[in-house]
């Protein structure tokens, strides 16, 4: 992580009674597994997991990945203190969506570098949306969504659902973790990859706690009202999400922004790039493509806009990165203006 501060990283888990899970018909409530990172003064202590052995195993097979030892990413070492105690006060909060069949643990290099520079960030493992999710008592939660990913509507879904979700943790979460006072709550964000990306739109949409949002390389499947929708949002994509490219969704949903946007795409991108996972392809034996951006170049580039932004909308700092390109950053091209299609 970047910033000054040391990690801590705690797990809650929530239960819902006020509806039903939309994928398990058989449960009594929504339940859900929520990961916090927070900064800390505590430098000492047992590393906050990664994953355990089994939603490593899960994770691997569901993705197809072979030729590694399926427990391999519960090995994977974090830069978090496992149940410290928080530090600071008045910390702005982040909320974290990840892709689809994938675990919120998979956008922790982000999430530990926010913490780092002084935010509580809330990962959300949305159960029955990932390949495995697990609860105290043992149980795992496996990807009963992926049933019906490709029934018409599913990802309009998925992200009503995702951002019920985000609503309940923002009720839940005062009384549910005792560093939550900590939290100044007239500042909040989301940040979402892939479909998390979307539901981070529907979220806002839905609840105006959620004063600003960023979509990493997601279609967007929540409906902007016609009107326009005022609160800061930035779209961050690879060259698929350019004007005029394959996903209209942002050309759409642009139009509809009509408060602080940016929209910025990294040349050299992937759909991963935004996530851990190019950081972990070496230990999986995956060869990055030829022309991607390597993976520690993705990750800074993710973790420097993404800064920026919420830097810029819930600490009202001055942010020159996000006016202009930067030479630092020749990568990153602000569009629809000044990026072609290449």
């Known amino acids: 992580p970047t910033g000054p501060h040391e990690v801590g990283a705690t797990a809650l888990y929530l239960k819902d009674t006020s509806r039903p899970d939309p994928w398990n018909l058989d ?11 927070y900064p800390t003064s505590q ?18 097979k569901g993705s197809r990945i072979t030729g590694v030892p399926y427990d391999i990413l519960s090995r994977t070492r974090t830069n978090a203190v496992k149940d410290a105690e928080p530090a600071g006060e008045k910390l702005p909060l982040v909320v974290l969506s990840p892709g689809f069949t994938k675990p919120v643990s998979t956008l922790t290099s982000l999430a530990e570098d926010l913490a780092s520079r002084g935010y509580v960030v809330a ?4 159960t029955y949306e990932s390949y495995a999710t ?18 018409p509507g599913f990802g ?10 985000v609503s309940f943790v923002l009720d839940r979460l005062p009384a549910k973790w005792e560093g939550s006072d900590r939290i100044d709550r007239s500042r909040i964000a989301m940040a ?26 997601g279609t967007t499947y929540a409906r902007i009202p016609k009107s326009g929708f005022s609160r800061p949002f930035m779209f961050m994509g690879s060259p698929e ?7 209209t969704s942002w050309d759409r949903d642009w139009k509809l922004l009509t408060g602080w946007k940016r929209w910025v795409v990294l040349s050299g991108a992937d759909h991963q790039s935004f996530t851990d996972g190019p950081l972990l392809a070496g ?31 819930l600490k009202a700092r001055r942010q020159p990165l996000l006016e202009e390109a930067s030479s630092r950053y020749p990568e990153v091209a602000f569009c629809p203006e000044t990026c072609a299609r290449s």
């Open 27 to 37: 449960a009594d409530a929504r339940e859900l597994k929520v990961t916090l990172w």
């Open 156 to 165: 309009t879904g998925v992200v009503q659902g995702r951002a019920a979700d």
């Open 123 to 126: 990962g959300i493992d949305h």
């Open 134 to 151: 697990t609860f105290p008592d043992g149980r795992i939660a496996g990807c009963l969504a992926c049933d019906s990913d490709t029934d």
């Open 241 to 247: 999400h350019s004007p005029g490219g394959r996903d």
């Open 283 to 313: 230990v999986l034996g995956m060869k990055p493509a030829y022309g991607v951006l390597p993976a520690a170049r993705g990750a800074e580039l993710t973790r420097t806009y993404v800064a920026a932004f919420l830097d810029r909308h």
């Open 43 to 60: 430098r000492d202590g047992q590393r906050a997991p990664y994953m355990t052995p089994e939603e490593s195993e899960r994770l691997l």
């Open 192 to 217: 979402g990859q892939s479909i998390g990306g979307a539901a981070a739109v529907a979220a806002m949409v839905r609840d105006p706690r959620v004063r600003a949002g960023i979509d990493m390389d």
